[in-house]
Nanobody, 124 residues
Framework: QVQLVESGGGLVQAGGSLRLSCAAS????????AGWFRQAPGKEREFVAR???????DYADSAKGRFTISRDNAKNTVYLQMNSLKPEDTAVYYC??????????????????WGQGTQVTVSS
């Protein structure tokens, strides 16, 4: 059983940056693929970025060029560096982990583990 705890959210002005962290415990985190999703009020949860066990990365079009996902297996942590933030990035951001890489983007309903979420608010 893997537990995921996100941190690093907050209020930032448009154009600013935040770094989200997702700390994992309870399992062999290096064996898992990981990713980030977000959910804005009244909208469905959407994919943001994912990283494989071997550090392959993949991004939603909305995140390309602005967000960077990375992982530190020694610290059992996944990061999401978010730059040039826009008001439309406002959402609750969730960390996810799964043994199957394709689940992270194409089948989120089957994702094994989710964090509780961290709020990101970008003011204009």
């Amino acid at each position: 059983q893997v537990q995921l705890v996100e941190s690093g959210g907050g209020l930032v002005q448009a154009g600013g940056s935040l770094r989200l962290s997702c700390a994992a415990s309870g399992g062999a985190f290096s064996s898992y693929h990981a990713g980030w999703f977000r959910q804005a009020p009244g909208k469905e949860r959407e994919f943001v970025a994912r990283i494989s066990r071997s550090d392959d990365t993949d991004y939603a079009d909305s995140a390309k060029g602005r967000f960077t996902i990375s992982r530190d297996n020694a610290k059992n942590t996944v990061y999401l560096q978010m730059n040039s933030l826009k008001p439309e990035d406002t959402a609750v951001y969730y960390c996810a982990a799964d043994l199957l890489f394709y689940h992270i983007r194409t089948n989120p309903r089957s994702v094994d583990y989710w964090g509780q979420g961290t709020q990101v608010t970008v003011s204009s």
